[in-house]
């Protein structure tokens, strides 16, 4: 398991269960969560522009996603940081080039917003560093602990991530 930055991702989603007693607050149920994340996919992917300094856009194109995942090229835009429109666009152009549609693409994106997005913000699992399969494979789970996906959905949600991996 990744070393995130809270004791939550340490202790099983029963344990934290057992910690808090009162309903999923605010976005952390998924419901709610899902809604928030279809704002951020109507925007244009990848995005044309961004507001950094021309020297951060020229050094993103030199960005290499080729030892990257296909899930952690797709989470680098749901990681606590923010990169210039070059180096989302470098990233989908990778996806692109290892044979993933436009609409696999958003389908992907959509999938890590609402499990790994779901698990790094709402649930404040904060991981700056990366986030991948492995992580979107935790948030399943504790979405299924959470009671807030069923195991058919789960069982959908592995296959899907096992589906589009590499």
């Known amino acids: ?10 202790s099983s989603p029963d344990e934290h ?4 007693k009162n309903k999923l607050a605010n976005f952390q149920n998924f419901e ?12 244009p992917f990848p995005p044309q522009s961004s507001n950094f300094p021309e020297e951060d856009i020229k050094s993103a194109l030199n960005t290499n996603f080729s ?3 296909n899930w952690q090229i797709i989470c680098e835009e749901i990681l606590d940081t923010e990169h ?10 990778e996806l692109r080039r290892r044979g993933k549609s ?8 959509r999938f890590a917003w609402y499990t790994a997005g779901w698990f790094n913000f709402p649930m404040m699992v904060w991981d700056w560093v990366n986030l991948d399969e492995s992580d979107i494979m935790l948030a399943i789970k504790w ?19 096992r589906l589009h991996g590499n």
């Open 17 to 20: 269960k057992r910690k808090s």
């Open 32 to 43: 709610a969560w899902k809604k928030a994340c279809d704002e951020i996919l109507a925007k």
């Open 67 to 69: 030892k990257f995942s």
């Open 143 to 161: 979405l299924f602990d959470y009671d807030q996906i069923t195991q058919d959905e789960r069982l959908v949600f592995e296959n899907f991530v």
């Open 102 to 109: 436009e609409r696999e693409i958003f389908e992907m994106r």
């Open 1 to 10: 398991m990744k070393n995130h930055n809270l004791d939550s991702a340490h």
């Open 84 to 93: 210039p429109h070059t180096y989302l666009q470098k990233g989908y152009e």
